[in-house]
């Protein structure tokens, strides 16, 4: 509990701090809603919106999380095989370097003009890439980074590279792992974000903000992006969550023996 409260009480009383002074310099000043809402009006506005907001979050939540899924199950099974093959490796490496370098800004327009605007396929499409190279990078790696004994040994038991990979790779490999996915599930939900501002179906997040934000309703713009941060949030406690189930065990097995 002590350990708790040391870790969890200054961010919280950080927050609560920022947002007294915001309302204070916004009400005090009078700051106008067009420069910057009071965080009393957004709160007003999130909740007087509450069930547009959560069905726009849930859009945006479940491309965000198809594009995680996909993204990082491609970023994984691209590790593996750069590992097992060397010149696999370095094609997939350049690959996935480029595709790291290609702007959403640029990719989600390209991709809304090579599919039908009318489906949620494109914005997925830009999860997933965004994705790929955090998981791949962070996997690969950790792939690599094997005990030598252990592979050394498994190599006198004639087992053979996938059972290599499965039984000692893979475990070896999941801190890295999770390290890759912190990075990459809130920036699916960035993607999945970016990519409503470039036309297609106007139910998720992003074309919520932009059409607030066109119709000088900032205070409910404000409340949209909050949702955004709230859902970008959702998704990395997730993966948190299951990092900590997938150590549980292993911690759980070490104690037994």
């Known amino acids: 509990m002590t350990r708790l409260l040391r870790t969890g009480l200054p961010p919280v009383v950080f927050g609560i701090t920022i947002l007294v002074l915001w309302q204070v310099l916004t009400v005090a000043a009078g700051v106008p809603s067009f420069l910057l809402p009071s965080p009393s009006a957004i709160a007003d506005a999130f909740t007087g919106n509450f069930d547009a907001i959560v069905k726009a979050a849930t859009a945006t939540g479940t491309n965000a999380l198809i594009g995680l899924i996909v993204g990082a199950w491609f970023g994984i099974a691209a590790a593996m095989l750069a590992v097992r093959f060397e010149v696999v490796g370095g094609l997939l490496g350049a690959l996935a370097a480029g595709a790291a370098a290609v702007p959403i800004v640029a990719l989600a ?149």
């Open 109 to 257: 327009p390209l991709l809304n003009s090579m599919y039908s605007t009318t489906t949620d396929l494109p914005r997925r499409l830009v999860a997933a890439i965004v994705v790929f190279f955090p998981v791949f990078v962070s996997t690969a790696r950790g792939l690599r980074q094997v005990p030598r004994v252990q592979h050394d040994l498994m190599t006198a038991y004639a087992a053979s590279g996938w059972q290599i990979t499965r039984t000692v790779r893979l475990p070896a490999a999941l801190p890295h792992l999770f390290t890759g996915l912190r990075i990459a599930a809130p920036g699916a939900v960035i993607a999945a974000i970016i990519a409503e501002y470039f036309g297609g179906l106007q139910h998720g997040l992003g074309s919520r903000i932009t059409s607030a934000a066109a119709n000088t309703a900032y205070p409910r713009a404000w409340a949209y992006v909050v949702a955004a941060m709230v859902l970008g949030l959702l998704f990395l406690a997730a993966v948190l969550l299951l990092e900590q189930l997938t150590r549980r065990p292993r911690t759980t097995l070490w104690r037994s023996e």
